[in-house]
């Protein structure tokens, strides 16, 4: 399994970092993940909130590869159970390296919805960018432990 997650700009706060890295350090036996941190885009050079989210898929888009299944992760998608999303994640990346999209501060370009093949919430409640980053990485874990039925999930 391939897999990528694709975020704008980098995880300043370390603690969130040491528990990136610690999924990481758990995934690495199983998967290989990378974590592409792009540049965010400056209202103050864009202009505007809807330049600034151009900016960001254009510079995003240029990163994926025709046959990559993409995800966007968005707080209008759709969500899943820890299982459901366990089965799903093992079903779609056969021969495809799965890429994950969590935009920058101000949402995602349209662009970017359009070229993705699902779009999904990790939730209901408001993250901040950085904590949706470790959310995702926990749950890719929890996922793969689901399918190779080991204990973490419960």
Same mark, same amino acid.
């Given at each position: #399994?391939?897999?990528?997650?694709?975020?704008?700009?980098?995880?300043?706060?370390?603690?969130?970092?040491?528990?990136?890295?610690? !999924?990481?350090?758990?995934?690495?036996? #199983?998967?290989?993940?990378?974590?592409?941190?792009?540049?965010?885009?400056s209202?103050?050079?864009?202009?505007?909130?809807?330049?600034? $989210?151009?900016?960001?898929?254009?510079?995003?888009? $240029?990163?994926?590869?025709?046959?990559?299944?993409?995800?966007?992760?968005?707080?209008?998608?759709?969500?899943?159970?820890?299982?459901?999303?366990?089965? !799903?994640?093992?079903?779609i990346?056969?021969? $495809?390296?799965?890429?994950?999209?969590?935009?920058?501060? !101000?949402?995602?370009?349209?662009?970017?919805?359009?070229?993705?093949?699902?779009?999904l919430?990790?939730?209901?409640?408001?993250?901040?960018?950085?904590?949706?980053?470790l959310?995702?990485?926990?749950?890719?874990?929890?996922?793969? #432990?689901?399918?190779?039925?080991?204990?973490?999930?419960?």
């Amino acid at each position: #399994m391939n897999l990528r997650l694709i975020q704008f700009g980098k995880t300043r706060e370390a603690w969130l970092k040491q528990a990136i890295d610690e !999924y990481l350090k758990r995934l690495s036996p #199983m998967v290989k993940l990378d974590i592409l941190e792009l540049a965010d885009v400056s209202i103050s050079k864009a202009g505007s909130v809807e330049a600034v $989210k151009f900016g960001e898929a254009q510079n995003c888009l $240029k990163r994926l590869k025709p046959d990559d299944y993409v995800i966007l992760l968005d707080e209008k998608g759709q969500m899943k159970s820890s299982l459901e999303f366990s089965e !799903y994640l093992v079903n779609i990346s056969h021969n $495809k390296r799965v890429v994950f999209i969590i935009g920058g501060v !101000y949402g995602t370009d349209p662009t970017l919805r359009q070229r993705s093949d699902a779009v999904l919430s990790l939730s209901e409640l408001t993250f901040t960018h950085q904590m949706a980053r470790l959310i995702l990485v926990e749950q890719i874990y929890r996922a793969l #432990m689901i399918h190779n039925n080991r204990s973490y999930h419960y």
